[in-house]
């Protein structure tokens, strides 16, 4: 059996600043006819960077859609045309302060591939030095310092949820 779905149509629901929204309707298989709901959203990289061999930056955000603050990478949207790794580069300064003088891919992961095409680039930082803290004006982030063995211990107890950050930290 050949797993594909053809799509019969689309209709695009939504188109915001970062994602659109759009309904599917699709013709599985078995010749059923079904529908999806797809986010499309246009990639983002996330960076575990060290400031030494044991310590991690992180960043702390109120992220709206879980009502809570979460500790995380720091991380990013692709713009439009935008290189990954110069994305990487340009968050790990805007949301931490520093630069890197070794930045190195580590893979990518797909973030929810039931309903959203989001592919989120992985990035190992290393030799931080000082730059320039900048940002969006409604983003509010304060970094974090954390040991690796701690970071492990907060993966595992569930006070670290955010898949990028886990998977960074897995990829290492």
Not at 21 to 50: D, F, M
Not at 123 to 152: C, M, P, Q, R, W
Request: aromatic fraction near 10%.
């Amino acid at each position: 059996m050949e797993y594909y779905e053809k799509t019969i149509k689309e209709e695009e629901i939504y188109n915001g600043k970062i994602i659109s929204l759009k309904v599917a309707e699709v013709e599985v298989p078995n010749k059923i006819k079904s529908l999806r709901e797809l986010v499309y959203h246009p990639g983002g990289v996330g960076i575990l960077a060290y400031l030494d061999s044991d310590t991690i930056i992180l960043v702390q955000q109120f992220r709206k859609p879980f009502e809570k603050i979460m500790l995380e990478i720091p991380a990013g949207k692709l713009e439009n045309g935008e290189n990954p790794e110069d994305c990487g580069k340009r968050e790990l300064e805007e949301e931490t302060g520093y630069k890197a003088k070794n930045f190195t891919y580590l893979g990518k992961i797909v973030s929810s591939p039931g309903f959203c095409n989001e592919v989120i680039h992985l990035y190992k930082a290393t030799g931080l030095y000082n730059g320039k803290i900048g940002g969006d004006e409604d983003e509010f982030i304060s970094v974090h310092k954390i040991k690796k063995v701690k970071l492990l211990q907060m993966i595992k107890n569930g006070e670290i949820l955010d898949a990028k950050t886990i998977s960074a930290f897995m990829f290492e």
